[in-house]
């Protein structure tokens, strides 16, 4: 057998690719993945009527969005089978059919990924624990292809809000501590999905927001 055999042999067959395809398997499966692009696809007609390639743009994302999401919910791993594929397509998508530019969404590629690896690395070192996974990380290189600069701002606020609220509610009904994890890609893709359909309102309205405050 040759080598390169060998390693693909070895890569498909190891146990991590079985259970990240174990997890897609289930999440095809659920009642909540039908739901949920019937949901998402009706809500991008309506925002993008008329805008057909920006549509089908957004249709790309979905596809990919929502088995990470249910994955990431039950599970807590965002599979490398659908990330790695989401960010080679936002490095495609991103500069052409959503207009962003290759340095707008390269670039927000690239500091998405960089900014989480540092967050989550400085988190290990100062706790001496992991509070965010690879998985995370490379979530948001694929959000910042998809998004570009401008959304990665909005992804971060809407996120973390959105965490906040969940372990908030979380700790209220059932009482849970910090000691217990939460998934934040569900979160992290929530605020990409805001950035994809309403990134020019957000920004009015933070601008508008800070304009009262100031």
Same mark, same amino acid.
């Given at each position: 057998?040759?080598?390169?055999?060998?390693?693909?042999?070895?890569?498909?067959?190891?146990?991590?690719?079985?259970?990240?395809?174990?997890?897609?398997?289930?999440?095809?499966?659920?009642?909540?993945?039908?739901?949920?692009?019937?949901?998402?696809?009706?809500?991008?007609?309506?925002?993008?009527?008329?805008?057909?390639?920006?549509?089908?743009?957004?249709?790309?994302?979905?596809?990919?969005?929502?088995?990470?999401?249910?994955?990431?919910?039950?599970?807590?791993?965002?599979?490398?089978?659908?990330?790695?594929?989401?960010?080679?397509?936002?490095?495609?998508?991103?500069?052409?059919?959503?207009? @962003?530019?290759?340095?707008? +969404?390269?670039?927000?590629?690239?500091?998405? %990924? $960089? *900014?989480? /690896?540092? !967050? &989550?690395?400085?988190?290990?070192?100062?706790?001496?624990?992991?509070?965010?996974?690879?998985?995370?990380?490379?979530?948001?290189?694929?959000?910042?292809?998809?998004?570009?600069?401008?959304?990665?701002? @909005?992804?971060?606020?809407? +996120?973390?809000?959105?965490?906040?609220?969940? %372990? $908030? *509610?979380? /700790?209220? !009904? &059932?009482?849970?501590?910090?000691?217990?994890?939460?998934?934040?890609?569900?979160?992290?893709?929530?605020?990409?999905?805001?950035?994809?359909?309403?990134?020019?309102?957000?920004?009015?309205?933070?601008?508008?927001?800070?304009?009262?405050?100031?």
């Amino acid at each position: 057998m040759q080598p390169v055999q060998e390693k693909w042999q070895v890569f498909w067959g190891s146990e991590a690719i079985q259970y990240e395809c174990a997890t897609l398997w289930e999440a095809s499966r659920s009642v909540w993945l039908p739901l949920l692009y019937m949901l998402l696809g009706l809500w991008a007609v309506v925002q993008f009527w008329g805008q057909w390639p920006v549509f089908w743009g957004v249709w790309a994302f979905i596809l990919l969005a929502v088995p990470l999401l249910l994955i990431d919910f039950k599970h807590f791993i965002l599979p490398d089978l659908l990330v790695f594929p989401g960010i080679v397509c936002g490095l495609i998508v991103g500069p052409t059919v959503m207009q @962003l530019g290759v340095a707008n +969404s390269w670039g927000a590629a690239a500091f998405g %990924f $960089g *900014l989480f /690896y540092l !967050v &989550r690395w400085g988190f290990a070192k100062a706790r001496g624990i992991e509070g965010m996974g690879y998985g995370d990380v490379k979530l948001m290189a694929m959000l910042g292809a998809w998004t570009g600069w401008l959304g990665l701002p @909005l992804i971060f606020l809407v +996120s973390s809000i959105l965490g906040l609220l969940a %372990f $908030g *509610l979380r /700790y209220v !009904v &059932r009482g849970d501590g910090g000691d217990v994890p939460l998934p934040f890609g569900p979160f992290l893709l929530a605020g990409a999905w805001l950035a994809l359909l309403y990134s020019d309102m957000l920004w009015r309205i933070l601008i508008e927001w800070r304009g009262v405050w100031s």
